[in-house]
């Protein structure tokens, strides 16, 4: 069972707007969370990582929000741009796990149309 | 930017055939890992390593072998490829005591028909 849940699946916004992306995730013991973003083809940047005790953190136009009570984040994407379509992706660290086991979200697919 | 790389970034091979994905990062990263992703789909570790002569399987069940004779080489090798290894795969690395702070290659997608 997948223990990073991310919505909307996909998304589709106008060039300009704003869009919040969401992940709940069940990963006990929680060490920190991180936003990615992959674009087509390509492997997986990191844009925001965040510890238990963080509620929010900005990088330029993403700002990441985390609630470790109820087990939920969100990334804000700000005045959307055309190069901000890829998928986002949720990545939960256990830290209980002798590898040290990352946890991944299937994505939320964004689209920005001009 | 991570110094992390993959050849070949796009593969197309028949079924049956012996092929070695190269994975080679210059950061001097102890753990390297392997991830395999299907669209839509989350990653899925299938191999990864802790340094030389390490090696161990992931979560997901692979076909695949791995090795790691130098510390900044991971190559994986599909001895007879079938069309179920069609898939996206996604070379990985991080230094040591951060394995939370992973580091992705392009990736190599690969068709085999």
């Known amino acids: 069972k997948n223990q990073v849940e991310q919505s909307p699946q996909s998304l589709i916004i106008l060039e300009g707007k704003n869009c919040t992306l969401q992940?709940?995730?069940?990963?006990?013991?929680?060490?920190?969370l991180r936003w990615y973003k992959q674009d087509t083809g390509r492997g997986p940047v990191s844009l925001t990582i965040?510890?238990?005790?963080?509620n929010t953190k900005s990088n330029g136009r993403y700002t990441a929000t985390l609630d470790a009570d109820t087990k939920q984040s969100s990334l804000h994407i700000t005045a959307s741009q055309l190069s901000d379509s890829a998928s986002y992706i949720c990545?939960?660290?256990?830290?209980?796990?002798?590898?040290?086991?990352?946890?991944f979200g299937r994505g939320t697919q964004l689209t920005v149309w001009p | 930017e991570a110094d992390i790389y993959q050849t070949p970034r796009y593969l197309v091979i028949g079924t049956g055939k012996k092929i070695t994905l190269e994975c080679s990062q210059t950061?001097?990263?102890?753990?390297m890992y392997w991830y395999q992703q299907d669209p839509g789909m989350e990653l899925h570790l299938i191999h990864y390593?802790?340094?030389?002569?390490?090696?161990e399987k992931g979560d997901l069940s692979s076909e695949s072998t791995v090795s790691r004779i130098r510390t900044e080489h991971f190559p994986l090798t599909l001895e007879s490829a079938r069309p179920s290894h069609t898939s996206q795969y996604l070379c990985?690395?991080?230094?040591?005591?951060?394995?939370?702070?992973?580091?992705f290659g392009p990736g190599t997608r690969l068709t085999v028909t």
């Open positions: 990985a690395s991080s230094e040591e005591g951060r394995p939370y702070e992973q580091y």
């Open positions: 992940c709940n995730y069940t990963v006990s013991p929680f060490s920190n």
């Open positions: 965040m510890t238990f005790s963080e």
């Open positions: 990545v939960v660290f256990d830290r209980g796990s002798t590898l040290g086991r990352l946890y």
């Open positions: 950061m001097g990263h102890d753990k």
């Open positions: 390593s802790y340094g030389v002569n390490s090696t």
